[in-house]
């Protein structure tokens, strides 16, 4: 099976210095960017967020045009594939010092698509709560930033490979998203997932699905959702770039339906042209 294709900076390689800031500290940010029939999905979304991530962690964000064609070239003979583009500050400063001008590294790589099983989005998932806490920080919450630790540590929580998700809480025991998706519940018809203001990542897919139940008129509700509350949910469900919509039919032991809302929004996101 081949590997990645990856441009380090516009070249083909693989291999970025140890002095770099993303290896030494996390100091940079990625997307996750889902790849169909040659195109990057919802390509302008993907872009914004960078650039707004880029903007908050005051890094010189990499020209849009520049990323575009490097992304082009690397998916246009891939049918599916999952495009991944990481930004660091590159080598520079003493300690975790900000360099006076950053020298950004620059790495889009192309992956192979994870292959899930189309019965996680037509029958649902298996979901658990981890006992790894995300803690509150205001100031990196919503960003796609290199920091994964605390999703690294959830998910060595569990090797049942029948379980394909955990949810993770605050120290409030808010539940806040899962390890790669963020989380949302159906009551009473309306759609409600949780704040991210304090902590979690603002999911490209997230906004896709907040704007079509906008479009369907579905009300929907942004909140602290404590973990407790899961147990009441009529429907709840996943997201993310790469798996779009999974419903959740177990979590903890407890049964879920998948329902009308749910069915709904998949089948939407489903006909939707990407942007
Ligand atoms: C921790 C976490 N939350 C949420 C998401 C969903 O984000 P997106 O919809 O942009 O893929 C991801 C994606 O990998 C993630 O890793």
Redesign the pocket.
Known sequence: VAGPSILVNGEPGETVSVLDRGFQYGDGIF??IRVADGRPDFWER?MA?LASGCERLRLPAPDGDLLRCEAGQLCEASRAGVLKIVVTRGIGGRGYRLPEKADPTRVVALFAAPGYPESFVREGVRARFCRARLSDQPMLAGL?HLN?LD?VMARGEWSDETIQEGLMCDAANNMI??????VFIVRGGALHTPDLSRC????????IVLDLAQQLGIETEIRAIPRDEMKSAAEIFL????IGIWPVRELEGRDYRLGDVTRKLIEVLARLATD
């Open positions: 997307e996750t993907h967020r796609k994964r999703q998203e899962g390890t790669m998706t963020n979690g990542v603002l999911g490209i897919m997230r906004g997201t993310n770039s790469v």
